[in-house]
T-cell receptor, first 112, second 113 residues
Framework: GAVVSQHPSWVICKSGTSVKIECRSLDFQATTMFWYRQFPKQSLMLMATSNEGSKATYEQGVEKDKFLINHASLTLSTLTVTSAHPEDSSFYIC????????FGPGTRLTVL | GENVEQHPSTLSVQEGDSAVIKCTYSDSASNYFPWYKQELGKGPQLIIDIRSNVGEKKDQRIAVTLNKTAKHFSLHITETQPEDSAVYFCAAREGSNTGKLIFGQGTTLQVKP
């Protein structure tokens, strides 16, 4: 299947700092990218949908000013968690779609 | 919007036995149903999918069935192996323009050697 990469794979930061996570589709151009959050032993919860060159569409309850999404090209999307707090600690997973939807390996964020 | 229910939440089988995971969905406009396998600390991997114009699809030891009338679909794994142990998620793609995938709650499958 197609390859989607994420960087970093894990990050530890202090409360109040911002963290940027990159998502790349390596061998295909994704018309749409998605960002999910997954808490331990729970399902994937969609945070936002982004299309290249346009503003992201956020799911209800997700603060767009806190979770900044930039979809600069057909192969790159970034998620910035601004002013991170311990409750933002989670597993963040991006996904890229051309026809099928493929997921990245995830980024483990721990906010101290 | 779409709602997906998945059962069971945990499933333990002996190596070589079959495993069945079931999902129901609410949106009759949903037309695409993928299944993902997620190993600990990793992202979900697409293992099989089915579209609404097909009733069954098989890929080696894995098969998926879809009943559009009843709005449920199932994953069948035959001749299970220890490496099949993982969390499995079903999903349904909304029939709206968003095309969002809505996930089930997940099933933790344990295959005992």
């Amino acid at each position: 299947g197609a390859v989607v990469s994420q960087h970093p794979s894990w990050v530890i930061c202090k409360s109040g700092t911002s963290v940027k996570i990159e998502c790349r589709s390596l061998d295909f151009q994704a018309t749409t990218m998605f960002w999910y959050r997954q808490f331990p032993k729970q399902s994937l919860m969609l945070m936002a949908t982004s299309n290249e060159g346009s503003k992201a569409t956020y799911e209800q309850g997700v603060e767009k000013d806190k979770f900044l999404i930039n979809h600069a090209s057909l192969t790159l999307s970034t998620l910035t968690v601004t002013s991170a707090h311990p409750e933002d600690s989670s597993f963040y997973i991006c996904s890229a779609r051309l026809v099928w939807q493929f997921f990245g390996p995830g980024t483990r964020l721990t906010v101290l | 919007g779409e709602n997906v229910e998945q059962h069971p939440s945990t499933l333990s089988v002996q190596e070589g036995d079959s495993a069945v995971i079931k999902c129901t969905y609410s949106d009759s406009a949903s037309n695409y149903f993928p299944w993902y396998k997620q190993e600990l600390g990793k992202g979900p991997q697409l293992i099989i999918d089915i579209r609404s114009n097909v009733g069954e699809k098989k890929d080696q030891r894995i098969a998926v069935t879809l009943n559009k009338t009843a709005k449920h679909f199932s994953l069948h794994i035959t001749e299970t192996q220890p490496e099949d142990s993982a969390v499995y998620f079903c999903a349904a793609r909304e029939g709206s323009n968003t095309g969002k995938l809505i996930f089930g709650q997940g099933t933790t499958l344990q295959v005992k050697p």
